[in-house]
T-cell receptor, first 113, second 117 residues
Framework: AAGVIQSPRHLIKEKRETATLKCYPI?????VYWYQQGPGQDPQFLIS???????DKGSIPDRFSAQQFSDYHSELNMSSLELGDSALYFC????????????FGPGTRLTVT | AQKITQTQPGMFVQEKEAVTLDCTYD???????LFWYKQPSSGEMIFLIY??????QNATEGRYSLNFQKARKSANLVISASQLGDSAMYFC??????????????FGQGTTLQVKP
């Protein structure tokens, strides 16, 4: 069965650079979530989209922005990167927000040096 | 505010034995969902089991079962017949049903399980 695809899987950036993370949800899933997991931490919700509209916003820095496109894939744009942005970034998708099945992608490991 | 608490930072279990990972939650919603995810050292987040707040029976998925005690606000994960491949971090998570139904998950701190041969 098709799973959530994230690219790239690993990314190394320097401070003050920008990064773009991509997420391709499971086919027919219309809801996408982004989570950030710092080293040794639990995942923290950043932002979500339902039918290409932002549906919820968590602890996402103003330096980050995201959107969901017409084909339902989503991109997380991160600017002015800081050392503290080094983390594992997960995308998850579900068939509508109320669906109990929320499946995670493999994550993008971002390292900021 | 909603909160998930996992009080066991680390657990050991002997191979083939059963183990219970604790999870308590706090919410004022009547409608909510509880999840367990497994995160191996490779980092991916694997969905294990789900329990809805209105489900009368405890959820089961193969060797995983969820001991749901609504009055005590607990949703413990039971793994039967532990295998070496069960060694991983386990996260309990909650989705509130009435917060605009956006579906975001709140996670606990996680429990590291190590299965001994």
């Amino acid at each position: 069965a098709a799973g959530v695809i994230q690219s790239p899987r690993h990314l190394i950036k320097e401070k003050r650079e920008t990064a773009t993370l991509k997420c391709y949800p499971i086919p027919r899933h219309d809801t996408v979530y982004w989570y950030q997991q710092g080293p040794g931490q639990d995942p923290q919700f950043l932002i979500s989209f339902y039918e290409k509209m932002q549906s919820d916003k968590g602890s996402i820095p103003d330096r980050f922005s995201a959107q969901q496109f017409s084909d339902y894939h989503s991109e997380l744009n991160m600017s002015s990167l800081e050392l503290g942005d080094s983390a594992l970034y997960f995308c998850a998708s579900s068939l509508q927000p109320a669906s109990y099945e929320q499946y995670f992608g493999p994550g993008t490991r971002l390292t900021v040096t | 505010a909603q909160k998930i608490t996992q009080t066991q930072p680390g657990m050991f279990v002997q191979e083939k034995e059963a183990v219970t990972l604790d999870c308590t939650y706090d919410t004022s919603d009547q409608s909510y969902g509880l999840f367990w995810y497994k995160q191996p050292s490779s980092g991916e987040m694997i969905f294990l089991i789900y329990q809805g707040s209105y489900d009368e029976q405890n959820a089961t998925e193969g060797r995983y079962s969820l001991n749901f005690q609504k009055a005590r606000k607990s949703a413990n994960l039971v793994i039967s017949a532990s295998q070496l491949g069960d060694s991983a971090m386990y996260f309990c998570a909650m989705r509130e049903g009435s917060s605009g139904n956006t579906g975001k998950l709140i996670f606990g701190q996680g429990t590291t399980l190590q299965v001994k041969p």
